[in-house]
């Protein structure tokens, strides 16, 4: 059964349906594109933590050893003066 569709506004909130699943943004176009890409940057890093937690290093340690300059290219990129 697919997500609830809510707006931008809802989807701010971390909103999520009866069967635990993230809300589906419905292209409401009401709000500002701000406000939006805040709600959806928001709802996708609260995912990557969730999936840090279940996969973190041992992902980190698989991508080390299959694909070098990858694990580079992430590590260069975080490490960089922010």
Known sequence: MAGRRVSSV???NNERAPSG????????TRGSPEATRRAFNKRFL????????QHGREVFKRVQ????????????FWCRGR
């Open 65 to 76: 050893r299959e694909s070098p300059a990858a694990y580079l290219k992430v590590c260069a």
């Open 10 to 12: 809802n989807l701010a």
């Open 21 to 28: 699943s993230p809300l589906q943004f419905d292209g409401d």
């Open 46 to 53: 609260l995912d990557l933590a969730e999936d840090w937690q």
